[in-house]
């Protein structure tokens, strides 16, 4: 048994009754043109977008259009100069301000097609309206201005704070030493030394972050780093060196979380100072240490001094403002203080949950 095959298209006509069908399927403006850039056939969308109608347009040359609207230098210059040389053109950009529609950017897409069997030449030109997006990008650009504008007075504001919070401090401790050379009771002059070294230590932790140049997050080993060298050179004097050094594990963590750890870290380095060492030690050291695992981490500080006074059983200074700070301080951090003591010296860690340490304490 033999089928025969019937061709739907029987004429040049049913061919160009597809061919529109086609076109007018195209969601976005279309047009096909000739060599001399006439319009052979244009899709409802076009019609439609740009408010022309199809008897003023078909057969008209492109340029001619609605009174010359597209007579468009962009445009003519893809026509005219890039389509004879190349096949196909993409994203090739235009803007324009249409009388009927407004300013309006596009993308054309072009395609030259050619016939095996006939030297006419025929372009289709596809048009895709950009102009919302473009809107968009330079709205969003205009934001990220503003938000980089923002950000760098931020700066400058929090630079000016972080100032004028230094000398401020320096100030005051410059007047509380004054204070404390003048007065002839020994507590009296003890307060005032201990308050001294409390407004010194702020001064460090603020030194710290400003020298870490971070407003919401800084490199928690930079910061440990540059603490430990201002609490060396502002803490330790020349006649009873005392080696303070820091070792930390690489991460960032919030500016508030830091000044509570930069806080704690001078609270137990003004009391390994003060009673760690009651002799003097050749190899006296401090060290600072941060261990990260997850979301948990583990702040030290350590010495190789006495340790724990056997006859107390308690941190000289256990009852003292020191403590309290400390304490407070590894409450806001939901962490828990642990104090380890042996021959070795005296170790004092804030742990955030269960942490296995990694470091050695000093020795």
Do not use: C
Request: no cysteine; hydrophobic share 45%.
């Amino acid at each position: 048994m033999t089928v025969a095959l019937i061709d739907p298209i029987r004429s040049l006509e049913d061919a160009q009754i597809l061919a529109q069908a086609i076109v007018n399927t195209i969601p976005e403006p279309f047009l096909v043109l000739d060599e001399e850039f006439r319009v052979l056939s244009a899709s409802r969308s076009f019609y439609d977008i740009f408010q022309v109608d199809p008897v003023d347009t078909q057969g008209r040359l492109l340029f001619a259009l609605g009174d010359g609207q597209w007579n468009i230098p962009a445009l003519r210059h893809l026509l005219e100069t890039i389509i004879p040389d190349r096949a196909e053109m993409d994203n090739f950009e235009v803007g324009h301000d249409f009388p009927t529609i407004g300013p309006r950017i596009m993308l054309l897409n072009a395609r030259k097609v050619l016939y095996d069997d006939n030297p006419a030449i025929t372009i289709l030109l596809a048009f895709r309206d950009i102009t919302a997006r473009r809107a968009i990008e330079r709205s969003q650009a205009a934001l990220f201005e503003q938000a980089e504008e923002l950000l760098r007075q931020k700066q400058v504001l929090f630079q000016e704070m972080q100032h004028r919070v230094a000398n401020s401090l320096q100030i005051i401790a410059s007047i509380l030493l004054l204070k404390a050379r003048a007065v002839s009771s020994e507590e009296t002059r003890y307060h005032l030394n201990d308050a001294h070294q409390r407004v010194m230590s702020v001064a460090a932790v603020q030194q710290s972050l400003h020298a870490a140049d971070g407003i919401d997050q800084i490199e928690v080993a930079v910061y440990l780093e540059k603490l430990s060298a201002g609490l060396s050179s502002s803490m330790v004097g020349e006649s009873r060196p005392i080696a303070i050094s820091a070792t930390a594990d690489s991460g960032m963590i919030d500016s508030s979380v830091a000044v509570s750890m930069g806080l704690i870290v001078t609270e137990l380095v003004i009391n390994a100072i003060k009673y760690a060492f009651p002799e003097d030690k050749a190899d006296a050291a401090i060290r600072i240490s941060y261990e990260i695992d997850g979301a948990d981490w583990r702040l030290a500080v350590s010495d190789n001094g006495v340790g724990l006074r056997e006859a107390s059983g308690s941190l000289p200074g256990d009852r003292g403002l020191g403590t309290s700070i400390i304490n407070a301080l590894t409450k806001q951090l939901d962490a828990r203080v642990e104090r380890t003591s042996d021959a070795e010296g005296l170790t004092i860690s804030i742990t955030r949950a269960r942490f296995t340490p990694r470091v050695r304490a000093a020795a």
